[in-house]
T-cell receptor, first 114, second 110 residues
């Protein structure tokens, strides 16, 4: 049973399209995250939700919209895709920011924008 | 939030040798964590050391923490080819998200 699962694993699309990446965790964690890893392998936090509430929103274009229907799911929707959005997107979860805050990561979703 | 700064950026060793990676950070922490990322894979949590601990072991891993110097080290003993990966240290302050630095890329050749 995968603890944090992301779909799709690979996504190839054209500039201007809209796409979504889904994430689900079965660990009972309260907090979920989206991180972006660019071609230089630098991992940057994008968003964090705690019990469906947005708690962290780094400087991310408005084209990116996270949605958390319940605390086990955090989806990422991207509008009007640009070449610079090509990256690997990682979902993660933890018990919460005030705990030891150990992250469990998904396997990543590689997005390629042509 | 703060990120750790790993040193060296890259490290190449032979199988069987020990690998030591260092980490520095800037402000007080509750704990410090080390993660590993194999090429093309997600990150995996390796070990957490609390601010009141000085040393911790897990299998072939040994982590030290010196809060007075704001530094930590990760020692991997008897390295294997499978240890080839990027390693990240992440200082954690309560109530903040984990911020990752550039990591140390370890290559272990057989």
């Amino acid at each position: 049973d995968t603890a944090v699962s992301q779909t799709p694993k690979y996504l190839v699309t054209q500039m201007g399209n809209d796409k979504s990446i889904k994430c689900e965790q079965n660990l009972g964690h309260d907090t979920m995250y989206w991180y972006k890893q660019d071609s230089k392998k630098f991992l940057k936090i994008m968003f964090s939700y705690n019990n469906k509430e947005l708690i962290i929103n780094e400087t991310v274009p408005n084209r990116f919209s996270p949605k958390s229907p319940d605390k086990a799911h955090l989806n990422l929707h991207i509008n009007s895709l640009e070449l610079g959005d090509s990256a690997v997107y990682f979902c993660a979860s933890s018990q919460g920011l005030n705990s030891a805050n150990v992250l469990t990561f998904g396997a990543g979703s590689r997005l390629t924008v042509l | 939030s703060q990120q750790g700064e790993e040193d060296p950026q890259a490290l190449s060793i032979q199988e069987g040798e020990n690998a030591t990676m260092n980490c520095s950070y800037k402000t007080s922490i509750n704990n410090l964590q080390w993660y590993r990322q194999n090429s093309g894979r997600g990150l995996v949590h390796l070990i957490l050391i609390r601010s009141n601990e000085r040393e911790k072991h897990s299998g072939r891993l040994r982590v030290t923490l010196d809060t007075s110097k704001k530094s930590s080290s990760l020692l991997i003993t008897a390295s294997r080819a499978a240890d080839t990966a990027s390693y990240f240290c992440v200082p954690n302050q309560a109530g903040t998200a984990l911020i990752f630095g550039k990591g140390t890329t370890l290559s272990v050749s057989s």
